[in-house]
């Protein structure tokens, strides 16, 4: 199958920072074959007129929690600690493998439909999970969250160690890559040295990444200093966590000395700039880790502390939050916050997308320039970031399938999924 995208503005996401006008971009199989001002000669099964849009990278959301989104809402007003105790851990209490399917089926729509191609899961029920991902066509990297309150537990036999070895087993590069499952602990401050070691081991000899929730509040980097006497950046590092690929959600508290160890192990830090603010966690140092060099990347975080899937808000959160913290309007410049929001997110998940050009894997969007809040286009960059949102995606092409065009979903049953939320998931975990 080749897909032929015809005179778009392309908005390449390369080192240059091309834009492209009235550029054509071929697309064979799942991979893109062509990029450039002149008309390919080969004829393609199906040309896209995209005059008066954007063709770009799909946004790769770094740090998600798909289920979530049942949540959405819920417990608001409250800091991580009492939020996570009094409203999500007793609800998520409640979960069932049909529930689950439901919340990330829900998320997945609305993520594809804001123009998301891969994501980066943190949660249990990950068989789940990845059966409504495998199905919406998107790429993920899955982990399962993995907490432990005791010393008193054979990792083998831990769920968490054991079904990490399962999806391992079952799921690692499965569909070539489309699925790749993370290691992952979930946050220093609900594990120990014993689940980090195995976990670090794991992740060693079966060539995984990692992913773990790192000092997203001041309470959890003050409470890791007096436990171990070392920051959390610092304390995984001796645990060997950074031995392997990872990614880093959060770092709000992280200090010069973590950036230094993130950056010594290419350690990808996900900015959650919504969450962070909504659960009053803080401003992650985004300029100062570009800065010493990490790779920063951007997330979503879950529906429940954000509310929306919408990376346009994440790029725009990013932006104005750096601004107003550093009193700087070139803290961040557009192309390094679009970057965060494609190709660094690739990058984070070992993938080779993000970027428009022959090789790569086509994931891509269109965004209609026509729509009222995008005119007049004085700057494509600076109307992505500080103008777009989700509704001006108006095609999702992930792995070379389109996936959603013109509001359309064509993998995914939107009206089944609203059934199973609204008559199944909701009554369950709320009455
Ligand atoms: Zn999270």
Redesign the pocket.
């Known amino acids: 199958m080749t897909t032929l995208f015809s005179h778009a503005t392309v908005l390449c996401m390369d080192e240059a920072g091309t834009v492209l006008q009235d550029g054509y971009v071929l697309v064979r199989g799942r991979e893109i074959a062509y990029v450039g001002l002149i008309r390919p000669q080969e004829r393609a099964d199906r040309e896209v007129n995209a005059t008066g849009k954007v063709l770009m990278p799909g946004f790769v959301d770094a ?1 998600t ?1 798909l289920t979530m989104s049942l949540m959405r809402g819920y417990g608001g007003g409250h800091d991580l600690q009492t939020w996570l105790n009094d409203y999500i851990f007793p609800v998520e209490a409640k979960l069932d493998s049909r529930a689950v399917r439901a919340g990330t089926a829900l998320s997945l729509a609305e993520a594809i439909a804001g123009g998301v191609t891969s994501v980066s899961d ?1 949660y249990y029920f990950c068989d789940d999970i990845i059966a409504e991902v495998v199905k919406s066509g998107i790429s993920a990297n899955i982990a399962r969250g993995a907490t432990v309150f005791t010393e008193d537990f054979f990792p083998e036999a831990y769920p968490a160690c054991a079904e990490t070895r399962q999806l391992t087993e079952k799921w690692h590069n499965y569909n070539d890559g489309q699925i790749k499952i993370d290691a992952c602990i979930h946050g220093e401050y609900t594990s120990n040295p014993k689940l980090w070691t195995w976990m670090a081991d794991f992740a060693r000899s079966h060539g995984l990444q990692m992913h773990v ?1 790192l000092s997203e509040t001041k309470a959890e980097q003050e409470g890791c200093l007096q436990r171990h006497g070392m920051t959390p950046a610092a304390v995984f590092e001796r645990y060997g966590l950074w031995d392997t690929p990872a990614i880093a ?1 959060h770092c709000v508290w992280t200090t010069p000395e973590d950036w230094e160890i993130l950056r010594r192990h290419g350690v990808t830090a996900v900015h959650n700039p919504a969450s962070n603010m909504k659960l009053a966690s803080g401003a992650a140092p985004v300029a100062q880790l570009l800065t010493a060099g990490v790779n920063v990347a951007l997330g979503t ?2 529906m429940s502390s954000n509310d929306n899937h919408s990376m346009f808000e994440e790029m725009k959160l990013a932006a104005l939050l750096a601004r107003v913290t550093s009193l700087d309007p070139l803290a961040l410049r557009d192309d390094t916050v679009l970057k965060m929001a494609t190709v660094n997110g690739a990058r984070a998940q070992g993938r080779h997308a993000g970027v428009v050009a022959a090789g790569y894997q086509a994931d891509l969007i269109l965004v209609d320039l026509r729509a009222p809040n995008l005119q007049p286009c004085h700057d494509v960059k600076s109307n992505l970031i500080y103008a777009a949102n989700a509704s001006n995606v108006c095609m999702n092409m992930a792995r070379g399938t389109i996936i959603y065009e013109n509001g359309n979903f064509l993998t995914l049953d939107l009206d089944e999924i609203l059934r199973e939320v609204e008559r199944y998931a909701v009554p369950k975990l709320f009455s």
Request: glycine fraction near 14%; hydrophobic fraction near 30%; charge should be negative.
């Open positions: 740090h929690h943190m929730h959600a975080d879950g």
